[in-house]
């Protein structure tokens, strides 16, 4: 029976009455869908999760949908050394992504992330906008530690890998629908089908929005609550089979956010005296100018209270099978995303500093790869080419620290920099790459492996700020090779042991904001890294799963973004190669069967990373600093229990508990920027039908309310601090599939 000619109605009516599936097929117990065995294709061809050579998570669509993830920030919050912020302008559509210590906070044109993020293969070359929502998403992989042979630049701490769902041949549509606390509302549609024979199709649209957990409380008609969430996401692919060897593949996908500011508040960290300029950006600002709920905005800047995202991208894949050895693959793709933001600095009715802030970016890449399949042996090579241009600027900003009514200035105080200006940096970036990466079976049990990478950036930068006497234009140009070698060794049909060294490479660039002057807008040097590597994965146990990884990094160069409040203003970033650094540490996954119906899954990361070495004439930067958003501790458990009831149907219930500890809000020591730990809880009850076509789920997340930092930057006599938007929240889900074969 097809459903495209019935009603709205007749729709709902089926929903109540079908049955899709034999409900013996559907079941399936904790420990079956615990131990499954999972492929993956973060090695850029698939393999066994197991048997992969390199540390690597995989968080399957079944744990997302469990664990109540409705984003990258989520996924940050399971993945041992992986921590996953907002911070951007106060802007929810942005992710800065730490894996092991290497990450970005910054978002400005110039500034690359340490971690790169893909969907379906195309690299997504800003931050902003890659907080990805994830609905009806296959899985995401998580690579830890530097990718330099598959991926190359930008992947210094690792990659995060977003799989969405391909067409395929099944008749499916499934629906979801989400009520809660805090006033959210979501729900999305999932369609796949065969047209006929050679094509099928798959589409997914997505609504979700939520109330805001503050204010801003000196704006009369604000046009978002701070902490509000709405966002509209879609997705078409269709795939043509166009011969038994030839497959083309095109997707579109569009998404349009509009939200509230994330919270932000300042804390002043030192008695400032208004009679002394240098005594703190702003002297004249006092406690009781600062709203007493942190979660509200005292800005009197209309729409500085609201951020908004959108954007838009396209790709095209070809895979061919040219015979029984070899196949060729195509990836094509064109993106571009625009976004409004800004923070107000202080906090504060006293319009002393505030920043509003738009940009935005459009990039196209081409992949083209060769690889093989030999009795022995295989490999994987390709060449690449990325494009991006890019902009970001700000005005009027305002930051003058004596911006206040006369009545509260002393006599004879002058400022020594403020007012109002502009500011715009514009960047263009073209970047090229040849890769080979292979594997070699030298008895059944011992495969060797390594790979090679010549990668070049090439940087075309102009700035304009107050403090220039004119624009100014910059070039910059950074290549390097990168390589790896592996060995993996099968201890038994259920065990594996591997060993690694690679060598990563993130590419230089140019300082984000430099309010300095001039000489300020210079390129820093590329960083690269050497990551040594041992692990463990497999089937300890019938009922007992791991993946064990241990590691010591060395990074030379490292490139560290900080606020230098003496540099000419307290907005200023510097960006410094500080020297050499360290991180050292060890990654425990396991899932374990207690029972059929009883699992236990859980993963365990502890990182020491810290500046061994500093390069002469580096400010701000000692011997022993660490960097920022770096817990030293990630833990997180997840039990599942699954009950077969009387009727056939199915009640599951999941928990999980997430923690990560304290860390530096940037890689400049100071007690005051240091993130206090947090902890988190959640829980997960469902009940699945006789027929398992439709699941009805009670759901909490941060049950306990945890409300944490998530940035901290020191300026000159406060801390600007970002505050969570992950608060407590309770609900109901429902969800529905309907067979259209």
Known sequence: ???????????????????????EEIKTTAKQDAFEKIEVTARKRTESLFESPTAITSIGANLIDKANMSNLEDIGKYVPNLNITRYGVGNSAHASVFIRGIGLQDHIITTDPGVGVYLDGVYL???????????????????????GTLYGRNTLGGAVNVITKQPGDEGIITTTAKVGSRGRIAGDVYFNNALNDDISM????????????????????????????????????????????LALTFSLDGVDNESGQSPYTIELTEPLDSNDVFNGDFPLLTQDLIPSDPDDLGTTVAGIESTSYSGWGTSFTADWAINDTYAAKFISSYRTSEYEGGLDDDASPLSLSEFPEEGGADQYSFEIQLNATFENMDFVSGLYFFNEDGFTRSGPFVFSPFNTPNSLLNDGVTPSFGGYGNFEINQETNSYAAYINASYDLTDDLTLGGGLRYSQDEKDADAIFPSFPARKYVSAYFDAVTWDINASYQLSND????????????????????????????????????????????????????????????????????????????????????????????????????TDDFTIRSAVGYLD?????????????????????????TVMIAPSYFMDLSNGGTLALNANYSYRSDMQGQSVYNESETIDSRELVGFNISYTNPYGDMEVTLYGENVFNEIYDVGRLQQSGFVGVMRSNDRSEFGLKFKKDFELN
């Open 125 to 147: 070359g800003r931050q902003m906008g890659s907080n990805l929502s994830l609905p009806n998403v296959e899985r995401v992989e998580i690579l830890r530690g530097p990718q």
């Open 1 to 23: 029976m097809k459903l495209r000619n019935l009603s709205p109605l007749s729709l709902a009516i089926l929903a109540a009455l079908t049955t899709s599936v034999n409900a």
């Open 609 to 633: 990373s810290e500046i061994t070495d500093v390069a002469d004439g580096v400010q701000g930067i000692g011997k022993g600093d660490s960097p920022a958003l770096t817990p030293r501790w």
């Open 495 to 594: 065990m594996n042991v591997y060993g690694q060294i690679q060598k990563g490479y993130q590419t230089g660039g140019f300082p984000p904001r430099p309010f300095g002057g001039p000489d300020q807008f210079t390129s820093f040097d590329e960083t690269k890294a050497i990551n040594y590597e041992v692990g463990l994965k497999g089937q300890v146990h019938e009922n007992v799963s791991m993946m064990l990884a241990v590691f010591v990094t060395d990074y030379t160069d490292l490139a560290l973004p900080f606020s230098d409040p003496t540099a000419g203003g307290g907005f200023v970033t510097i960006v410094e190669n500080a020297g050499q650094s360290k991180a050292q540490g060890i990654e425990l996954e396991t899932t374990v069967a207690i």
């Open 202 to 245: 798959s589409a997914s649209a997505s609504y979700k929005t939520r109330d805001g957990v503050g204010e801003a409380v000196n704006l009369a008609n604000p046009e978002k609550e701070i902490g509000e969430e709405e966002e509209f996401s879609g997705r078409v692919a269709i795939k043509w089979q166009a011969s038994s060897d």
